[in-house]
């Protein structure tokens, strides 16, 4: 899904400040502050594709390089199992996302209404990892939390508990 690459493009390359959003109902890690920017570059390209934002937040800790971004959308459906292929494939071909690197995929099973998506990516200098929760009417709720080399293990350690506590 050309809709899916994009908003994984926002949300590995936009690391810079803006305000988060209400809708997640999620907390970022102790001194994460909102970071508007990130937030509004994923939605500018879930609407930029033609899907309907229902909200969007994101936070970091930019002295750490520590980000992470989440977005509630919704488009045209189809299966989870088959959406997340797409996910999955079109993050690792793209050219525009300069070479992503994806690895640790657990898709959701086939056959479902809705499921779960998770992978580890690394993206020049981001690691990180996305959570994506994909339902069979289009419905698509997606945080991705990543890091550069500043402080990686206590980024890694602040997006496993932040990813860990999306529902």
């Known amino acids: 899904m050309a809709q899916l690459r994009l908003i994984a493009l926002a949300l590995l390359i936009a690391c810079r400040a803006s305000e988060a959003g209400p809708g997640s109902g999620l907390t970022p890690p102790a001194g994460w502050q909102a970071q508007p920017s990130l937030a509004n570059a994923a939605t500018t390209a879930a ?21 992470a971004a989440w977005i509630a959308m919704s488009g045209s459906g189809g299966a989870p199992d088959v959406m997340a292929d797409q996910l999955v494939r079109g993050l690792s071909a793209d050219p525009a996302l300069g070479g992503i690197v994806v690895r640790d995929v657990q898709k959701p099973a086939p056959n479902q209404k809705v499921g779960v998506l998770t992978l580890a990516f690394e993206h020049t200098r981001y690691h990180g990892k996305l959570r994506a929760a994909l339902n069979a009417d289009g419905k698509i709720t997606a945080l991705a939390c990543f890091w550069n080399q500043r402080e990686p293990a206590t980024c890694e350690r602040a997006c496993t508990a932040l990813l860990g506590s999306m529902k």
Request: glycine fraction near 20%; include cysteine.
């Open 47 to 67: 609407k930029n594709d033609g899907l309907t934002v229902a909200g969007a937040e994101a936070w970091g800790e930019p002295a750490r390089g520590c980000f």
